[in-house]
T-cell receptor, first 117, second 114 residues
Framework: EAGVAQSPRYKIIEKRQSVAFWCNPI?????LYWYQQILGQGPKLLIQ????????DSQLPKDRFSAERLKGVDSTLKIQPAKLEDSAVYLC???????????????FGQGTRLTVV | AQSVTQLGSHVSVSEGALVLLRCNYS??????LFWYVQYPNQGLQLLLK??????LVKGINGFEAEFKKSETSFHLTKPSAHMSDAAEYFC????????????FGAGTILRVKS
C-alpha cells in the first residue's frame, strides 16, 4: 500500500512570509498527526485529527499556525507569518486506530524541511 | 500526562558490540510503548512496540526491548551492532486515557565504529 505522502520536501522562505504543507495519509486511516521536529530534538505533536475533527491542538501556536483536514482525508498545515524559530522538519503521520495510535503503528511521511531566513 | 526520557543523546559502539539505548516513561496508567528509527532525511520507521502480554518484544533488524513496569523502562537492545544501525532512535509512548496521543522522547543518535 502507498505510504504517507508529503509535499514539498524542502522549502526556504523569508521571515514574515507564509507557507503551506500538504499531507495525504494512508487510505482509510482515521487519525492524522502533524509533528514539528527541530534539529536535535524529538518530534513535538502540533495537532491530532480524528477523521476531520481536531482531537488535540494544545501545542499548536494558533496565532500563526493553522491546520485543516478536508473530508477526513488530506490535510494542510499553514504558517503565517513565519518566524526564524519555525525552521524545522514538519512530519505528517497517520494511524488506522479509531482513536489516536493506541496499540497500532503510526506511519510517517518523509517530512518537509522548512528553513526560515 | 505521559512523557518519555531517553538517557544519552549520543551513543557510540563498535561494530559487533552490544547496543543498549535507554528509555524511561512516565504514565499513571498502562502505556503503549514504541521504538522508532530515523535515517537521515527520512521519516520515522517503527522498530517494535509493546502493547500487552509478553514483556520482551522482538522487532525488525535484530532489535528487542523489554518492558519493565517496576522500573518504568523500555530499553532497546541489539546483541551485535552493524554499521547499518547508525541512525537516530526515538522512544515513544501512547496512553489511551490521553486520547492515544503519541509522545516522543528527545532521541538518541547511535554511532557504529568499524
Amino acid at each position: 500500500e502507498a505510504g504517507v505522502a508529503q509535499s514539498p520536501r524542502y522549502k526556504i522562505i523569508e521571515k514574515r512570509q507564509s507557507v503551506a504543507f500538504w499531507c495525504n495519509p494512508i487510505s482509510g486511516h482515521a487519525t492524522l498527526y502533524w509533528y514539528q521536529q527541530i534539529l536535535g530534538q524529538g518530534p513535538k505533536l502540533l495537532i491530532q485529527f480524528q477523521n476531520n475533527g481536531v482531537v488535540d491542538d494544545s501545542q499548536l501556536p494558533k496565532d500563526r499556525f493553522s491546520a485543516e483536514r478536508l473530508k477526513g482525508v488530506d490535510s494542510t498545515l499553514k504558517i503565517q507569518p513565519a518566524k526564524l524559530e519555525d525552521s524545522a522538519v514538519y512530519l505528517c503521520a497517520s494511524s488506522s486506530h479509531s482513536q489516536g495510535t493506541g496499540n497500532t503503528e503510526a506511519f510517517f511521511g518523509q517530512g518537509t524541511r522548512l528553513t526560515v531566513v | 500526562a505521559q512523557s518519555v526520557t531517553q538517557l544519552g543523546s549520543h551513543v557510540s559502539v563498535s561494530e559487533g558490540a552490544l547496543v543498549l539505548l535507554r528509555c524511561n516513561y512516565s504514565s499513571s496508567v498502562p502505556p503503549y510503548l514504541f521504538w522508532y528509527v530515523q535515517y537521515p532525511n527520512q521519516g520515522l520507521q517503527l522498530l517494535l512496540k509493546y502493547t500487552t502480554g509478553a514483556t520482551l518484544v522482538k522487532g525488525i533488524n535484530g532489535f528487542e526491548a523489554e518492558f519493565k513496569k517496576s522500573e518504568t523502562s523500555f530499553h532497546l537492545t541489539k546483541p551485535s551492532a552493524h554499521m547499518s544501525d547508525a541512525a537516530e532512535y526515538f522512544c515513544a509512548v501512547s496512553v489511551q486515557e490521553y486520547g492515544n496521543k503519541l509522545v516522543f522522547g528527545a532521541g538518541t543518535i547511535l554511532r557504529v565504529k568499524s
